[in-house]
């Protein structure tokens, strides 16, 4: 087959976070270091697959945190990261690949120019990593006080992507296993490859501490543009023995009349995501007049809201909705209807609420005439 693949090494613990999520699992900007990093490969144009290593602990995570990204399925890595990349490397070997990167997940900001260069690295070299040249003057202490000044004339720190030629840093990896060497480079090294350094970028640091964390998080917030967007939907009660709201149906002693389902609620939300993006409203999308949307379920619409945000390179930071109606009961029904709007957005139940209220019997609803929806959705542009 040939190519460039990519192994994406996340089965690190790194817990010097805090709290008990892997920092490769945490979120920055509403998705995750590792959902950055491996997405930046996926989306080169150079790269052919991308294979992330994880820990068996870690699957659900995973899962949670890259449905997004088309990867291949993970392995199981080791119980260092030189071995976890051995065991990457291992299971590309059906692709036999021409080349290989093998990137850090807790570096997110990896950029495509960086990639590039790496992989342009590889026509001349066996090996090519990403690197910055050290700038501060370096010192070597000895028992409290400085000893000498160390020329840093020929230093380098080393960062990933590290590329390879595939064969080559296989066999490395084999010949090297049982040590504990930090980074590929130095299995490289030990196998006597040359490998070249590619100047790379200070905004390419890995995810290590909290003040990292934080630092990254005023990166994206940087490059993000918040919006929101409101909905609103009213739907009339009629006859019928059930309605249909954020996706649950409800036994009631009326339905409610539409031409779709009538949800009002998954309207609203609609609504708000389309407004959040100036994409129009429900109707423009799915016009009335149109009789393929008679009695279609209301999830299709509030889908394709959430697509026409992923394909304007956002995504849904929040939304909130109110329901206003005097019957039926809303509250024994919420936690469903938020789990299933999470469920039609692939979204976390934790970024939707849904509440309601009554009027006080005052007006239409309060009348029990209709319900009425009002939805706002925060969205995240960019970043
Ligand atoms: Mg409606």
């Known amino acids: 087959m040939g190519g460039c693949f990519a192994i994406v090494v996340a089965a690190g613990r790194g817990t010097r976070l805090g709290g008990d999520v892997p920092k490769q699992y945490r979120e920055i900007g509403g998705r995750s270091l590792l959902a950055r990093s491996a997405g930046a ?9 991308v294979r992330v290593v994880i820990h068996d602990d870690d699957l659900d995570r995973y899962h949670r945190a890259t449905r997004r990204v088309d990867l291949l399925p993970p392995v199981s890595g080791g119980r260092t990261r030189q071995e976890s990349v051995l065991f990457g490397l291992r299971s590309l070997r059906d692709f036999q690949p021409d080349t290989v990167l093998i990137h850090d997940a807790a570096r997110p900001f990896v950029s ?10 590889l026509d001349e070299f066996p090996g090519a990593i990403a690197a910055v040249p050290v700038v501060d003057t370096l010192k070597r202490e000895r028992d409290g006080a400085i000893a000498d000044t160390v020329d840093r004339s020929a230093l380098w720190r080393a960062q990933t992507p590290q590329g390879f030629h595939y ?20 299995v490289a090294e030990c196998a006597g490859l040359a490998v070249t350094l590619i100047e790379s970028v200070d905004d ?34 009629g006859p019928g023995d059930r309605i249909w709201l954020c996706g649950v149906e409800i036994p009631h002693d009326q339905g409610l009349v539409g031409h779709s389902d009538a949800d009002a609620g998954l309207h ?9 993006i100036g994409a129009g409203d429900i109707g423009a999308h799915f016009p009335p ?49 938020a789990a299933r709007v999470g469920e039609i957005l692939s979204l976390a139940a934790d970024r939707i609420s849904v509440k309601a209220t009554t009027t006080e019997r005052l007006g239409f609803t309060g009348r029990g005439e209709g319900l009425a929806a009002q939805a706002i959705a925060t969205v995240a542009l960019g970043g």
């Open 41 to 49: 490969f996926v989306t080169h144009a150079e790269i052919d697959g």
């Open 112 to 121: 495509t120019a960086t990639i590039s260069a790496v992989v342009a690295g």
């Open 167 to 186: 064969e080559a840093i296989l066999r490395a990896h084999e010949a090297a296993a049982g040590q504990d060497l930090t980074d590929d480079a130095a």
């Open 204 to 237: 390419n640091f890995k995810v290590t501490t909290d003040d990292d964390l934080d630092r990254a998080a005023r990166m994206i917030s940087g490059s993000m543009e918040i919006r929101t967007g409101m909905g609103f939907d009213v739907h009339r009660f």
């Open 268 to 276: 609203a939300l609609t609504d708000a995501l389309l407004g959040a």
């Open 289 to 337: 007049s149109d009789e393929k949307w008679a009695n279609a379920p209301s999830s299709i619409f509030l889908q394709h809201a959430g697509e026409l945000v992923r394909r304007r390179g956002g995504h849904i930071l929040n939304l909130d909705l109110t329901l206003i109606c005097e019957a039926p009961r809303i509250r024994p029904h919420a936690d469903a209807m």
